[in-house]
């Protein structure tokens, strides 16, 4: 009960001075509301977009990640195909001379 008559006596005096507010106080306590909403909302809004750019971000890490792969693998078939004894056999099975010399490499 005791509580209770406590409790009301502070709504009271919470709302007097609400009451006593000038209309220059609530227009500023009003705009201080207004600005924590509109900056928790930006803020929400920047994080998922930056949520967004990461996974973006990582996505094409590993779409490069795969062609660094391929490029590898591209770079080690030529080595393979260029290669002196895979040359020579070929020259001999055609029936040609393998002269190192007249090698060129193109870029």
């Given amino acids: 009960m005791l509580q209770d008559n406590r409790r009301e006596a502070t709504m009271k005096v919470i709302g007097n001075k609400i009451k006593t507010f000038s209309r220059v106080e609530k227009a500023f306590y009003g705009s201080i509301v207004v ?59 055609e029936g040609l001379s393998y002269n190192n010399d007249n090698i060129g490499v193109a870029n």
């Fill in 35 to 93: 600005t924590g909403l509109v900056l928790a909302i930006g803020i929400v809004f920047m994080q998922t977009r930056l949520l967004q750019v990461q996974s973006d971000m990582a996505r094409i890490n590993q779409e490069i990640s795969a062609k660094q792969v391929e490029i590898d693998d591209a770079k080690q078939a030529v080595n393979e195909l260029t290669r002196s004894a895979r040359l020579l056999e070929i020259a001999e099975k």
